[in-house]
């Protein structure tokens, strides 16, 4: 069974500038969530997406970050634009309603 | 708010020690109590999980042990071995349904000197 895959794995940009994220949950999963994880925490829950539906977006923060699930499967995160705290890893993880597996991230340096 | 508080911040065992990680949480809707474990350059995985109406879980080497009336729950790694170098984080889950809300803790880095 494959993972759950993002892209880039990393990514350098500086302040003030845009930047996109790409997520393909394991095949199957409803449910889509991205975390942001700052060096040295434990990840964070931006939002969650069942289906293509928004269940839960109270921590994202709306005025930079954007999200979409178009179709259900793939999903996107985007930030516009960039501010020196954004540097962090994403993670997107999905689940079948349980378990929550995650991909491997992009880390994001915002210089 | 910090809903999963974890200690240490970072532990250093020697091969074939214990090595022992504690979490406390505050939210009582919690009805699910995972533990992550994290590789450099890898996002966490699903170690061990337990439910609060469960004082005990065994997995190998893992065990979680829950004290519901106090709020903690702590892994314990026995023989701890190199390759269990990584970080760890507690974390609880609530609100049921689809809503399955992943709160974490800050995290122990874990050491095994050989």
């Known amino acids: 069974e494959a993972g759950v895959a993002q892209s880039p794995r990393y990514k350098i940009i500086e302040k003030r500038q845009s930047v996109a994220f790409w997520c393909n949950p394991i095949s199957g999963h409803a449910t889509l969530y991205w975390y942001q994880q700052i060096l040295g925490q434990g990840p964070k829950l931006l939002i969650q997406f069942q289906n293509n539906g928004v269940v839960d977006d109270s921590q994202l923060p709306k005025d930079r970050f954007s999200a979409e699930r178009l179709k259900g499967v793939d999903s996107t995160l985007k930030i516009q634009p960039a501010k020196l705290e954004d540097s962090a890893v994403y993670l997107c993880?999905?689940?079948?309603?349980?378990?929550?597996?995650f991909g491997a991230g992009t880390r994001l340096s915002v210089l | 708010q910090q809903q999963v508080k974890q200690s240490p911040q970072s532990l250093i065992v020697q091969k074939g020690g214990i090595s022992i990680i504690n979490c406390a949480y505050e939210?009582?809707?919690?009805?699910?109590f995972p533990w992550y474990q994290q590789f450099p350059g890898k996002g966490p995985a699903l170690l061990i999980a337990i439910r609060p109406d469960v004082s005990e879980k065994k997995e190998g080497r893992f065990t979680i042990s829950f004290n519901k009336s106090a709020k903690q729950f702590s892994l314990h790694i026995m023989d701890s071995q190199p390759g269990d170098s990584a970080t760890y984080f507690c974390?609880?889950?609530?609100?049921?349904?689809?809503?399955?809300?992943?709160?974490f803790g800050k995290g122990t880095l874990l050491t095994v000197n050989p």
């Open positions: 939210n009582t809707a919690f009805d699910y």
């Open positions: 993880a999905s689940s079948a309603g349980g378990i929550q597996y």
């Open positions: 974390a609880g889950i609530g609100g049921g349904g689809s809503n399955y809300k992943l709160t």
